[in-house]
């Protein structure tokens, strides 16, 4: 298909990546190209985002850490640096993930269903549904805060453009694809505004013999700043953006 701060971020960025093969017959463009598997490869990413929030680090980084035979099935290993891994695997309807594992668990957790990453055909139009959490709204006077553990929404994903150009600091790219995630919750963002549909947005684009070059994530709440800072029994939402700086 990337806590979103730190841990559950890279699952944000992973459960929007590319690869294609087709729906009846072999697709135009291969998304291998998209979203590299090799063994060893790493991407750095540095965050951009207005949120006061001290679990927000930085920077992240991922990698393609190993092709294994897990289940019976050829599988790559994707990790990021904090200590997440996700088992990534690909055929002819696109590339999914089928399980995740964290360093303290000896075994990977199945998923319950392939959750997609980039479904086939690549073509503009093309869509998938994939769960998702409220990654970046916080209720500030509250414990837990954050709202990840409570709440859950489908997302679906759809392939907006092809051939865009997008530049980052590790460079300009004129050979991207563009895919967005939309999704709502329902909650209560405080006595004035009361309940209402929160939406959940994602940005991510792929380049061409590179992978994963942006990504950005918006949780806009009814009333709120994008600084992560409420006021009285405020829910906040927020911003982030992660652009890529080096690839190893």
């Not at 929160?198 to 806009?220: A, M, Q, W």
């Not at 709120?224 to 939402?237: P, Y």
Request: with cysteine; net charge neutral; hydrophobic share 35%.
């Amino acid at each position: 298909m990337i806590n979103i701060i730190n841990k559950n971020l890279p699952k944000l960025l992973l459960l929007v990546t590319s690869l294609s093969l087709l729906a009846c017959g072999k697709s135009e463009i291969d998304s291998s190209d998209y979203f590299p598997l090799k063994p060893g490869k790493v991407w750095v990413y540095e965050v951009d985002t207005e949120m006061k929030d001290p679990e927000i680090h930085p920077t992240i980084t991922l990698s393609t850490d190993r092709k294994i035979n897990f289940d019976g099935e050829t599988t790559w290993v994707r990790r990021s640096a904090d200590g997440v891994e996700y088992y990534i695997r690909k055929d002819e309807s696109g590339i999914y993930r089928v399980a995740s594992r964290l360093d303290n668990q000896e075994q990977a957790l199945l998923d319950p269903a392939r959750r997609y990453i980039f479904k086939n055909p690549i073509q503009i139009g093309t869509s998938w549904e994939a769960l998702t959490v409220p990654y970046l709204i916080r209720h500030p006077n509250a414990f837990p805060y954050h709202l990840k553990n409570s709440h859950k929404a489908i997302m679906t994903y759809r392939i907006e453009a092809l051939n865009q150009e997008v530049e980052v600091p590790y460079g300009k790219f004129t050979d991207c694809i563009h895919v967005q995630g939309k999704a709502t919750i329902k909650i209560f963002t405080d006595p004035v505004y009361g309940f209402n549909d929160v939406p959940l947005i994602s940005n991510e684009y792929y380049c061409k013999g590179i992978g994963l070059v942006k990504f950005d994530r918006e949780e806009t709440v009814p009333g709120s700043t994008t600084t992560g800072l409420g006021v009285g029994n405020s829910m906040t939402g927020g911003k982030l953006t992660y652009y890529l700086t080096g690839v190893k």
